[in-house]
């Protein structure tokens, strides 16, 4: 199912229940980034970025301090963290927001793109020395989505070499274990 498929998807859900008690009680600060229990749906995000209780900016923040925090696995399954970049796609989808213009309705949420994925500009391995220095000049079908709906790329994440087996561990990138499962 492709980005736009989700999108549409989300811009017809009716709001269940939960999501409609959820707008009128704001989000405890830190127990609402992607990366961390309780995780809040796509959907909720977007409606707590549309009502204003919440920026890109600062779900982008939260997800890189989620992501570098010594007691998560994070700094193991992200290979490259795009700090800067991730920060101006913030900031420009929450100035968009502000004029009126959402581009889908998760324009500005955070994601990461897998190693197995060609990025314009960002250098993709597929977790293989041989690749190790590949920067391609084109994005796959699934990052132009990704990037068209306003996902903010906030870096790459581990894989297993060329993603031929079940878990991840490379020369390359090292080895990802299950956080809650080490």
Known sequence: IGVAALAQYFARRAPTDEARAAEDEPRQPGVHAIFCLPMWTVAQLGVDLAAGRTTSRQLVEEAFAKIVDPAGEGSRAFVKLYADSARAEAEFA????????????????????????????IRTTYSCRAFADNVPDFDTAVVRRIREAGFVIVGKTNTPEFGTVAFTESDLNGATSNPWSP
């Not at 929450?94 to 990461?112: E, M």
Request: net charge positive; proline share 7%; glycine share 10%.
């Open 94 to 121: 929450d100035r968009l927001r502000k004029s009126g213009v959402r581009r889908s309705p998760v324009d500005g949420l955070p994601i990461a793109v897998k190693d197995l994925t060609a990025t314009s500009g």
